[in-house]
């Protein structure tokens, strides 16, 4: 019964995380549509961070040492500050769907820099997983880009969808040496730290005053940003990662884009073209291939 109970548990921690990380594109689409982007995120970083900070010191994390310091501020910089500005934009434009199936590209940008920055040589099966997955991204982009199936503002969506991706890919391989040596709470911490003071001053910069007002589906979708995805997600994926193979908790990553599509379709009436959804497919596809050849070489 224990260890049945314990498979439980694991279960509904997976589900919990899934459902949390795929509903973050829609509770930000929310937002979006009514506040400017960058204003947006960098009240719900200047809410985050002082929380995840609270939480480092409770958890008596250590901090980042001076060797490792630089690599967290540039994944503040790039994967969480720069990745949620293109994407928040990006959902500002096109649905909030079919910006979690573009930015399912990361672990395909991060393998690729992986290849040219650091030799690494894939095996056949990731190569055939980057070939699906890099042609599901082109047919993605492709037919919103080509005019087939939205407005003009569509193009740009997808090509800022696509920067968020590169921006946290670039992040993720700039932070990965010090991963194993930096407490997760702590560095989570200093991201948000970063990511605050980049969004704060594009906010200033690019969009002038903050907004003064907003409607009840703003703040509960921004309260629901801070708290259940900016920290309680974050901490159900740190468990995660303790109870599963790291190979297990990047393969749940790849259902939260069909439960942010499905999510949009059903509460926010957004709708995909058949081009979309293909696309997404072969993206998910390559990435599980991708997933599957990295936990075979361990």
Do not use: C, K
């Given at each position: ?22 509903s ?19 009240l ?13 010191w ?9 060797a ?5 501020v ?23 769907g ?26 056949p ?35 800022l ?42 906010a ?19 309260a ?22 790291p ?47 990295r936990?075979?070489?361990?």
């Amino acid at each position: 019964m224990t260890g049945r109970g314990e498979a439980w548990r694991s279960a509904a921690l997976a589900v919990a995380f899934v459902l949390i990380w795929g509903s973050a594109f829609n509770a930000a689409r929310v937002v979006v549509l009514e506040w400017p982007p960058f204003w947006a995120l960098a009240l719900r970083f200047i809410v985050t961070a002082p929380l995840l900070l609270g939480l480092a010191w409770a958890t008596r994390s250590r901090w980042p040492g001076r060797a490792d310091l630089g690599r967290v501020v540039v994944m503040g910089l790039l994967g969480t500050g720069g990745y949620l500005a293109f994407s928040w934009w990006a959902m500002s434009l096109i649905p909030s769907g079919l910006v979690a199936l573009i930015t399912a590209a990361t672990p395909l940008m991060v393998a690729l820099g992986e290849v040219v920055f650091f030799g690494r040589r894939p095996s056949p099966m990731a190569w055939l997983g980057l070939a699906l997955g890099w042609g599901g991204v082109a047919l993605l982009g492709g037919a919103r880009i080509g005019g087939h199936l939205g407005n003009p503002g569509e193009a740009l969506g997808v090509g800022l969808a696509l920067l968020g991706a590169a921006s946290q890919a670039a992040g993720l391989l700039a932070f990965a040496p010090a991963r194993g040596r930096v407490d997760l709470w702590s560095a989570t911490a200093g991201q948000s730290l970063v990511s605050a003071a980049l969004l704060l001053v594009l906010a200033v910069v690019m969009e002038g005053a903050p907004p003064t007002s907003a409607s009840l589906p703003v703040w509960l979708s921004l309260a629901y940003s801070v708290t259940v995805v900016g920290v309680g997600g974050y901490a159900l994926l740190f468990v995660l990662l303790r109870r599963f193979p790291p190979s297990t908790a990047a393969a749940l990553q790849l259902l939260a884009p069909p439960v942010a599509t499905l999510i949009g379709w059903a509460a926010l009436g957004e709708v995909l073209g058949w081009a979309d959804l293909a696309g997404g497919a072969m993206t998910l596809t390559g990435l599980t291939l991708l997933f599957r050849a990295r936990a075979r070489e361990g």
